[in-house]
């Protein structure tokens, strides 16, 4: 899916110089290797004419989990936003069992969990190597150098 609007100036041919409202997150591109604070459940209870039953999650929901809690990000996620990707995992079951309402659904939100590449852009998460993170080792200026004393 292509980006959408315009493509960045160099830096030279930029006319708005102002800071940027909202700076990027910059997250090392290695899969999140902890333990979510959530489970995945084995069941989930759907309402039939009979009444409520349990039934088994679906295969493609496992490998959805199992790719969602690796994304490098996830080491950002607090648990309230686990609890989040929980409850998206059961809607993401509801489609692939067939309730194709859900659809809507999900693809809302998987961009807040940004799933995608532009489902990050739009969150300004950016995944970097592991050296391009920007530490501390900035340079800095004595002003001694500058007084004349």
Not at 50 to 65: F, M, R, S
Not at 68 to 81: F, G, K, T, V
Not at 100 to 128: P, S
Request: with cysteine.
């Amino acid at each position: 899916m292509p980006v959408t609007g315009r493509k960045p100036k160099p830096a030279g041919q930029r006319r708005n110089h102002h800071a940027p409202t909202h700076e990027w997150v910059e997250v090392v591109n290695v899969p999140f290797a902890g333990k979510p604070p959530v489970g995945l459940p084995a069941t989930r209870t759907v309402l039939l004419e009979d009444g409520p039953a349990d039934i088994k999650l679906h295969a493609q929901t496992k490998a959805w989990w199992r790719r969602i809690a690796r994304m490098p990000h996830c080491r950002l996620w607090s648990e309230s936003d686990w609890e989040f990707a929980l409850a998206t995992a059961l809607v993401a079951d509801a489609l692939f069992y067939g309730r194709t309402t859900a659809a809507t659904e999900l693809r809302q939100r998987e961009k807040v969990l940004g799933t995608t590449v532009d489902a990050r852009r739009d969150l300004r998460i950016r995944y970097v190597e592991a050296g391009e993170v920007d530490g501390d080792d900035a340079e800095v200026t004595h002003l001694d150098a500058y007084r004349d004393l």
